[in-house]
């Protein structure tokens, strides 16, 4: 069955080094993958988006890998700030061209000054 | 330009209730995507409408059914409420189809007692 996962632990670092979150999936072959911050008590927020062509997307301090041979996603901040903390979700498209949009469980990043 | 709006933001009903929800998107957008947020279950798709259409469906029971009006407002409406429908209803719209960044509601926090 298809099948995403995300660190289901929450993720602590130190204010200034760079956190990296991992989404796997199975079964599924998306077109694109996305990625959203949600802080608690609000709806989740766009990141970035990055699609199967794409090895590597940049935004600010943000960087997202895809690598669909091994079915994952890496997403990185650098210079990570206590404003960071929050619980980040991976996002792809159920089937092709559906419009399904399925969603991880999400991992809570925790940065302490 | 304002942001997609959900009403109302808290709800409590009880058992065998019905209630509907509200969601405006932004201004321009066609799509509208729900989603219900369980911590179990993470955030599960439960449809989503394009142009007044369902285009898509989550796996939710018929008691789960929503609506798009020709100025792209949508609700959502769960008959028969039972305890386990208590979760935040997150509305999130975007401009063509979910493949595209989604804009996201604060969300309704609906409590069946």
């Known amino acids: 069955s298809q099948k995403i996962e995300q660190n289901s632990e929450a993720l602590n670092i130190q204010e200034g080094k760079t956190a990296t979150l991992t989404c796997n999936y199975t079964?599924?072959?998306?077109?694109?993958l996305q990625w959203y911050r949600q802080d608690p008590g609000r709806g989740p927020v766009f990141l970035l988006l990055i699609r199967e062509n794409e090895k590597e997307k940049r935004k600010e301090r943000l960087k997202v890998t895809f690598d669909t041979t091994l079915k994952q996603s890496l997403f990185h901040i650098t210079a990570s700030q206590p404003a960071d903390s929050a619980t980040y979700l991976c996002a792809l498209e159920g089937s092709s061209n559906t419009g399904k949009l399925i969603f991880g469980q999400g991992t809570t990043l925790q940065v302490k000054p | 330009k304002a942001g997609v709006t959900q009403t109302p933001r808290y709800l409590i009903k009880t058992r065998g209730q019905q209630v509907t929800l509200s969601c405006s998107p932004i201004s321009g957008h066609r799509s509208v995507s729900w989603y219900q947020q369980t911590p179990g279950q993470g955030l599960q798709f439960l449809f989503e409408?394009?142009?007044?259409?369902?285009?898509n469906k989550g796996n939710f029971p018929g008691r789960f059914s929503g609506r798009q009006f020709s100025n792209s407002r949508s609700e959502m409406n769960v008959s028969t409420l039972e305890l386990g429908d208590s979760a935040l209803y997150l509305c999130?719209?975007?401009?063509?189809?979910?493949?595209?960044?989604?804009?996201f509601g604060p969300g309704t926090r609906l409590t069946v007692l």
């Open positions: 409408y394009f142009s007044e259409t369902q285009r």
């Open positions: 079964n599924y072959s998306p077109a694109y």
């Open positions: 999130a719209s975007s401009f063509e189809l979910v493949r595209n960044e989604q804009f």
